[in-house]
């Protein structure tokens, strides 16, 4: 239903941080980087990869980079999604 859909389309998103009250959800379900996982020690960053990845290797990204606003917060609970940030938290 709405609600499933509602919480992959949270899951495979993310928020870019702005300036201000500047912060924007982004979310395109045909792009791979729904596919980029966290870690603390990343091998690519906002404008590409940080270094070179071997074959077979899992691409990773650090959520901290990520925004973090309140309504984001709120609903991402609402639907019971963690937030990057809530993540990146975790695994720090």
Sequence with gaps: GDAERTTIFLRQGFVLPGEGNDDHFCSNPTDAGRFMNHSPNPNCGPDGTLRDISEGEEMTMDY???????????ICKKYGVKTEAEIALEHS
Excluded at 64 to 74: K, L, R, T
Aim: glycine fraction near 18%; charged fraction near 10%.
């Design 64 to 74: 901290g980079f990520h925004g973090n606003p309140q309504w984001y917060i709120d």
